[in-house]
């Protein structure tokens, strides 16, 4: 009997070694031939499927769908005979891992260093990978006086950014070219009180939204993009609405919405994009660059499409749902509530409610 080969995590981005294991196509004990697909990774800004390299049998598969997994990390192992036994699992497999919030990205070492601490790891935005760095500089915040806002009263017309990640900064863009509102700062749990995005001060985390009501500031833009997990896009809405905010429909210069078409609160019309005639926009959805929702579509509440996104006239997006990037979706098709559609896929046929499509994949396969 040969030795069995082990099927290894690849580090697909050198900055985010972590992954998404976004979907599972074998089991233990399923014989695959080289060049089978195994599995489907995503990082926040690509999808890699990681076919077999050898013919054998699956053994000691120690992932499942939805988990996120490290470079290095091994999912299984090709071997000539279903009965072979896998050496015991080491430390960093799923057995061992510490306990997080589903969807965020976070090394062994983020983990045990925020266990250690009892540090509440929901600060986290799951766009980033968390690093153990990001983790003690937290927590080092975190033991510090908490920061007083400077007094300071603000115009009706003066807007928080809540995320200072890559959204954040085309939300500060946008904001610029359409010169309606003044962009008072940004609010982070885990950006340092006093840097700048752009230009832009941090005034702090959550604690301070409060106070920035009382101090004439009522209207916020949410920089949460909630790809890999919406719910944290949904959080920071509902943590806007309890502390007093509204949120505006946000439309950049470049994108274009027909007369009939009716956009809902916190809708935010990325550059280049398009949405047609008597097409409706749920509360809080994102259009991203380049979209296109065509006429007499409707997207539900929270509803994300990524940039390049097109959608045929008359489809329906449902609540939470996220679709990739180039996804390319059919005339009158629907796509359930919180369903996940991978980037660059063809969608010909319903999806159902809280259904995966692969990336790069037609659907209905």
């Known amino acids: 009997m040969s030795e069995p080969t082990p099927i290894i995590i690849p580090l697909i981005n050198p900055n985010e070694p972590g992954a998404l294991l976004a979907a599972l196509h074998i089991a233990s004990g399923q014989h695959v031939v080289r060049g089978e ?3 489907t990774l995503e990082t926040t800004k690509s999808t890699v499927e990681l076919t077999a390299d050898t013919d054998g049998y ?3 598969v120690a992932f499942k769908n939805g988990q996120t997994v ?9 071997a000539d005979s279903p009965d072979w036994n896998p050496p015991p699992l080491p430390i960093t497999l799923p ?3 510490l306990s997080h919030p589903e ?3 976070i090394s062994q070492a983020a983990l045990l260093l925020a266990q250690q601490h009892n540090f509440d790891l929901t600060h986290f935005s799951s766009e980033l990978f968390v690093t153990e760095k990001m983790v003690q500089e937290l927590i080092e915040l975190s033991t510090q006086p908490e920061p007083k806002l400077q007094a300071h009263q603000y115009d009706s017309a003066s807007i928080i950014i809540y995320g200072g990640g890559g959204h954040g900064k085309a939300l500060i863009d946008l904001l610029r070219l359409v010169a309606t509102y003044s962009i008072a700062g940004i609010v982070d749990d885990g950006l340092p009180v006093g840097s700048s995005i752009m230009g832009i001060p941090v005034l ?4 301070i939204l409060e106070k920035l009501v009382e101090q004439g500031v009522h209207l916020a833009a949410n920089a949460v993009g909630g790809i890999g997990n919406i719910k944290s896009r949904i959080d920071v809405f509902v943590r806007l609405s309890q502390a ?3 949120c505006p429909t946000l439309v950049h210069p470049t994108a274009f919405v027909e007369l009939s078409a009716i956009l809902s609160e916190g809708v935010q019309v990325m550059p280049h994009a398009y949405v047609g005639s008597e097409a409706r926009v749920g509360f809080g959805a994102i259009v991203n660059t ?3 929702v065509s006429h007499d579509c409707q997207l539900g509440d929270y509803a994300n499409l990524s940039p390049g996104a097109i959608l045929a006239g008359e489809v329906a997006v449902g609540t939470a749902t996220l679709v990739g990037m180039g996804v390319t979706v059919n005339l009158r098709v629907n796509i359930g509530s919180r369903a996940r559609i991978g980037n660059g896929a063809t969608i010909k046929q319903d999806v159902p409610e809280s259904g995966i499509v692969r990336a790069g994949t037609i659907w209905p396969e």
């Not at 470079?71 to 090709?78: K, M, Q, T, V």
């Not at 702090?204 to 604690?207: D, E, K, L, P, Y």
């Open 37 to 39: 697909k195994l599995c």
């Open 95 to 97: 057995e061992a891992r």
């Open 103 to 105: 969807g965020l990205r």
């Open 58 to 60: 699956i053994v000691g």
């Open 70 to 78: 490290q470079a290095g990390d091994i999912l299984g192992y090709l």
């Open 244 to 246: 007093g905010f509204t």
């Open 290 to 292: 380049g979209a296109i």
């Open 204 to 207: 702090g985390g959550a604690s």
